[in-house]
């Protein structure tokens, strides 16, 4: 099937610095790619969806100049963590859709765990 | 508003079946979803049902009710790595997945 690659894994840093995260699809061109976080023992939260070339749509309560999301190409997105703060820990998942809206099948990253020190 | 609902643990015994339940209620359905995903990685994709009835797919088979706004992922002959949180997600009329909490699924000996 599908792979949707995500890199880092696991990042730890300082408050006040900015850390990236990368997804990837590796053999198929994702016309759209989706960023979630997840607590502990919650349900995934869609934080934005990124379209190929165009600005990415924020959900209500996700600060955009914060997670700054770039979707530059058909197999990379960027989420951007600017300035984190310990309440910024949590799980990034990505996943990408290479269809129209109604294709169904979602593929998911591998997630990163991001802890901010 | 937008509601999913599904138990939030369940115990199960190696070898048996379960039945875990999911009831929506959406502005609009475009389908619905079964993920599954094991602690500190991400959800992996089970299942997709837009019609009534039943759809088996190996070991696991996943019914929906669009009336009734219900759904369930059955696990038959589990094993020990089915232990892992299976999360249901309906598709809105406007194509956005509403995940549900997920239930965390515990299989015993």
């Known amino acids: 099937g599908a792979v949707v690659s995500q890199h880092p894994s696991r990042v730890i840093c300082k408050s006040g610095t900015s850390v990236k995260i990368e997804c990837r699809s590796l053999?198929?061109?994702?016309?759209?790619m989706f960023w979630y976080r997840q607590f502990p023992k919650q349900s995934l939260m869609l934080m934005a969806t990124?379209?190929?070339?165009?600005?990415?749509?924020?959900e209500q309560g996700v600060e955009k100049d914060k997670f700054l999301i770039n979707h530059a190409s058909l197999t990379l997105s960027t989420l951007t963590v600017t300035s984190a703060h310990p309440e910024d820990s949590s799980f990034y998942i990505c996943?990408?859709?290479?269809?129209?809206?109604?294709?169904?099948?979602?593929?998911f990253g591998e997630g990163s765990r991001l802890t901010v020190l | 508003g937008q509601n999913i609902d599904q138990p939030t643990e369940m115990t199960a015994t190696e070898g048996a079946i379960v039945q875990i339940n999911c009831t929506y209620q959406?502005?609009?359905?475009?389908?619905l979803f079964w993920y599954q995903q094991h602690a500190g990685e991400a959800p992996t994709f089970l299942s997709y049902?837009?019609l009534d009835g039943l759809e088996e797919k190996g070991r696991f088979s996943s019914f929906l009710s669009r009336s009734k706004g219900y759904s369930y992922l059955l696990l038959k002959e589990l094993q020990m790595k089915d232990s892992a949180s299976y999360l249901c997600?309906?598709?809105?009329?406007?194509?956005?997945?509403?995940w549900g909490a997920g239930t965390k699924l515990i299989i015993k000996p």
């Open positions: 959406t502005s609009g359905f475009n389908g």
């Open positions: 997600a309906v598709m809105d009329s406007n194509y956005q997945l509403i």
């Open positions: 990124s379209n190929e070339g165009s600005k990415a749509t924020y």
């Open positions: 053999d198929f061109q994702a016309t759209t």
């Open positions: 049902n837009v």
């Open positions: 996943s990408a859709r290479s269809g129209g809206a109604d294709t169904g099948e979602l593929f």
